[in-house]
């Protein structure tokens, strides 16, 4: 496996899908905003999270890059469309698993039990994180597609 690429297209790869989920939001598909919600989870000053957010984002992505390198690697291949099924069952795990459980950890986010009294200030993802609109869903797998077949196409095995 090319790890010297791992790391770098890794970090173009969280980058981009960064964008899209960024980008889906600017024009009202989501109300997701990843950085913020990310962010929150250390700062409560919400300029400050979105930039904090932005960086935790890169190093997870670099983490679930390493994930998708080390797949391709014990497979001996790097395919666009085998990176479209790891992002598949990437995003899969994170709408169904992931995201459901944040209000659990994250320190300013409601839970679905939280009553009045909460000062939580982020509500939760909820299932499929449908709570941040009905296509939320579509906006992430497209995303997560998007990272498996950059990183299919960019990674090479040796």
Not at 36 to 63: M, N, Y
Not at 113 to 133: C, D, H, I, K, Q
């Amino acid at each position: 496996m090319d790890w010297a690429g791992w790391a770098l297209f890794g970090l173009l790869a969280t980058a981009l899908i960064t964008a899209v989920m960024i980008g889906a939001q600017l024009v009202g598909w989501t109300r997701l905003d990843l950085p913020l919600l990310l962010g929150t989870s250390v700062t409560a000053d919400p300029d400050r999270a979105r930039v904090v957010g932005f960086f935790i984002h890169l190093a997870i992505g670099e983490g679930f890059a390493f994930g998708y390198a080390a797949g391709f690697a014990l497979l001996d291949t790097a395919t666009w469309w085998l990176g479209a099924l790891f992002g598949l069952v990437h995003v899969s795990v994170a709408l169904t698993i992931l995201v459901p459980l944040l209000p659990g950890v994250h320190p300013r986010m409601a839970s679905d039990r939280a009553g009045p009294a909460s000062t939580a200030v982020l509500e939760p993802p909820g299932l499929l994180a449908l709570n941040y609109g009905a296509q939320t869903p579509l906006v992430a797998i497209a995303s997560h597609l998007v990272f498996g077949i950059a990183l299919g196409l960019l990674l090479t095995v040796r």
